[in-house]
């Protein structure tokens, strides 16, 4: 199998073949290590950490930005956003903290990106 991908593991975003099959696979075009890493993953277990909102009570604002404290598998990003949706958090609200635990059942939890103080 061969696949053609643009890496993000840093800003340079270097254009990747991903070749083989059954753990054996070769990376070209990477300019460092990380994008060997992610070539592999991407025709493996491709992961992804997701950035959402929820709701929010007692706050200026009706939404807080949230985002998984790391990546999860791309194949439960839909069952993650049913259980983000679902959320809704009482201000305030300190950047950082935990306002979903292990999401889908990952081991990931999902994080407040913005502080939001009550009013």
Known sequence: MKKNIVCISCPIG?????????GNFTVTGNTCKNGETYGIQEMTNPQRVVPSTVVIKGAMLTRLPVKTADTIPKAKIFDAMKEINDVVVEAPVKMGDVV??????????VVATKSMPAV
């Not at 270097?14 to 059954?22: A, I, R, Y």
Request: charged share 20%; aromatic share 0%; glycine share 16%.
């Open 100 to 109: 979903l635990k292990n999401v889908c059942g990952t081991g990931v939890d």
């Open 14 to 22: 270097c254009q990747l073949t991903v070749e083989g099959s059954d």
